[in-house]
T-cell receptor, first 114, second 110 residues
């Protein structure tokens, strides 16, 4: 079974703090993704990576950066947390290729910025 | 126009009922299709992939209609434990782009 592990289930941070969200997958997937999910807005892609040290902006990258130094690990960084970044953050991974490989999600990090 | 559209519901059905959800997609180049289940405040979990010829997994049947660009999910003999939000997910040719519906809420009533 694919396992995608996010380091924290719940986080509470203050405005202006730098926040690190970590994600590790154990299935040798090339692709890794960070999404946020908000009521009424569904899942929105922040960043994705298709290989080590490679990254691509998603739909809402502003205020975020990412790091992929090892294949199994993909980190999301909030440079200076703001209240509008309060959300559920979901990491996911998949095999790269011509399609057919589903996304596997971590169990999510519920971030509250006060 | 959104890439993937779903009726948000809610669908409230009695135990034992059959319920069907549809999901339409706008890009004919879409290649792979999936249904996910998401429980309240949890992550989405893969329910089933959708194959061109249609596929079944127990009480769940998924269908793909490429001509009309929609996929469907049929749940037979609904159980209380089926109550959840069902997300339709479509993958583009490159394999890197996934598009999500906003989800359909199902509540199965005793």
């Amino acid at each position: 079974d694919v396992k995608v592990t996010q380091s924290s289930r719940y986080l509470v941070k203050r405005t202006g703090e730098k926040v690190f969200l970590e994600c590790v997958q154990d299935m040798d997937h090339e692709n890794m993704f960070w999404y946020r999910q908000d009521p009424g807005l569904g899942l929105r892609l922040i960043y994705f990576s298709y290989d080590v040290k490679m990254k691509e902006k998603g739909d809402i990258p502003e205020g975020y950066s990412v790091s992929r130094e090892k294949k199994e690990r993909f980190s999301l960084i909030l440079e200076s947390a703001s209240t509008n970044q309060t959300s559920m953050y979901l990491c996911a991974s998949s095999f790269r290729g011509s399609g057919g490989s589903p996304l596997h999600f971590g169990n999510g990090t519920r971030l509250t910025v006060t | 126009r959104k890439e993937v559209e779903q009726d948000p519901g809610p669908f409230n059905v009695p135990e034992g009922a059959t319920v069907a959800f549809n999901c339409t997609y706008s890009n004919s180049a879409s290649q792979s299709f999936f249904w996910y289940r998401q429980d309240c405040r949890k992550e989405p979990k893969l329910l089933m992939s959708v194959y061109s010829s249609g596929n079944e997994d127990g009480r769940f049947t998924a269908q793909l209609n490429r001509a009309s660009q929609y996929i469907s999910l049929l749940i037979r003999d609904s159980k209380l434990s089926d109550s959840a939000t069902y997300l339709c997910v479509v993958n583009m040719f490159t394999g890197n782009q996934f598009y999500f519906g906003t989800g359909t809420s199902l509540t199965v009533i005793p």
